[in-house]
């Protein structure tokens, strides 16, 4: 209809995503063709269903489950975290998943045959910790974000300065 494409010069821009039949034609001449062209210029829709976003577990085992989909191109591959996944023909996948204590990237990477890739990443934070407000003896409890890194760090470097090293 014309609706999803501008002419400038010799160039089509397309505004849509999808399959378009184009002709061209020599003015004056019966010549002519026609050629089918996919727009496909976005990576599948990956939508994970399973662990959410920022999700706390005390579970060290799990699934990452989801559907990966693309509107114009098959799927050519998908990845948990480096580990290969099957991917249904309605795009559901579910993917065990072993977590480590404490906090863990969870990185979904799907492809289209036409080699656009499309990445999910999320975190989860997996384990067994003391309730807000407890605290063991001999710890340090200290909320991590950067300034308390730094705080860390020069409390180390402050423990540390008076002590020779090769000695001990």
């Known amino acids: 209809?014309?609706?999803?494409?501008?002419?400038?010069?010799?160039?089509?821009?397309?505004?849509?995503?999808g399959f378009f039949d184009i002709t061209a034609t020599v003015d004056g001449t019966s010549i002519s063709d026609m050629v089918s062209v996919l727009v496909d210029s976005y990576g599948p829709t990956i939508d994970i269903t399973n662990p959410e976003r920022g999700t706390?577990?005390?579970e060290l085992a799990d699934s990452v489950t989801g559907t990966i989909t693309d509107a114009w191109s098959a799927i050519a591959s998908a990845s948990v975290n480096g580990t290969d996944i099957a991917v249904g023909e309605d795009g559901s996948f579910s993917q065990p998943i072993t977590y480590a204590h404490g906090t863990n990237l969870v990185?979904?990477?799907?492809?289209?045959e036409n080699g656009i890739t499309s990445t999910d990443r999320r975190a989860v934070l997996a384990g067994q910790f003391l309730p807000r407000g407890q605290s063991l003896e001999d710890a340090v409890v200290a909320r991590i974000n950067p300034?308390?890194?730094?705080?860390?760090?020069?409390?180390?470097?402050?423990?540390?300065?008076?002590?020779?090293?090769?000695?001990l």
């Open 56 to 58: 706390f577990t005390t």
């Open 147 to 167: 300034s308390t890194i730094d705080a860390l760090e020069v409390f180390a470097e402050d423990m540390i300065a008076g002590y020779d090293i090769s000695s």
């Open 1 to 17: 209809d014309g609706s999803s494409v501008t002419v400038t010069d010799h160039m089509l821009h397309f505004t849509e995503e």
């Open 107 to 112: 990185e979904t990477i799907a492809a289209d």
